[in-house]
């Protein structure tokens, strides 16, 4: 609950790896060793790839460039793996959802919404492996909540929660679930914040 200024912000990038000598590639690519799916095996590859295409004429002297290649192919197998267990966890999630036509109230506003946040959070290549339907029946509830808005008093309760912060007033307002009630400006403190956002 404070302030934090940043006065600069630099972006650091790994320098090539310049070599004279094909063993130097060599070395990098033995250095991989058993492909995994994490970030220092990731950047072993890439360091050994950099450093091969970097260096043209020393290509045809490396002699373990398949093994560099197979690594590359793993470890894409790996991530799409993970990041379809990721995504088959989301859409669990969803179908535990009620179906569109139970909605009749906004008392599942949490639960829909933290799902969809959840959604939201996946990178692109996750987002590919939600299917369609789960997507559709996902979209189509935070649709049908706008028939059952949330008053001004139940939002800001809710966003007391977890704290008054502008984020939580997002999650419940500009979620278009909250009905505008100009009735609240003298019962509740923190009106001002709910009109501004």
């Given at each position: ?64 460039y ?5 690594a ?38 949490d ?25 559709t ?21 809710k ?15 500009k ?23």
């Amino acid at each position: 609950n404070g302030f934090l200024q940043i006065s600069k912000v630099e972006y650091y990038k790994e320098k090539t790896v310049v070599v004279n000598d094909a063993q130097a590639i060599i070395d990098l690519i033995d250095a991989i060793g058993t492909v995994e799916y994490s970030d220092t095996c990731k950047a072993k590859i890439d360091k050994a790839r950099s450093t091969y295409d970097n260096a043209p004429d020393l290509q045809s002297k490396v002699t373990n460039y398949s093994v560099l290649t197979a690594a590359e192919a793993r470890y894409a197998e790996l991530k799409e793996e993970a990041d379809m267990e990721v995504a088959i966890g989301v859409e669990d999630k969803i179908d535990a959802l009620p179906a569109i036509n139970d909605i009749n109230d906004n008392s599942k506003v949490d639960d829909i919404y933290s799902v969809n946040d959840e959604y939201q959070k996946l990178t692109d290549d996750q987002k590919v492996f939600v299917g369609k339907d789960k997507l559709t029946k996902l979209e189509g509830l935070l649709e049908k909540l706008k028939e059952y808005p949330l008053s001004v008093e139940q939002a800001i309760a809710k966003a007391n929660q977890t704290g008054t912060t502008a984020t939580n007033y997002e999650y419940y307002i500009k979620g278009i679930v909250c009905k505008y009630d100009k009735t609240s400006t003298g019962k509740n403190k923190n009106f001002d914040t709910f009109k501004n956002l």
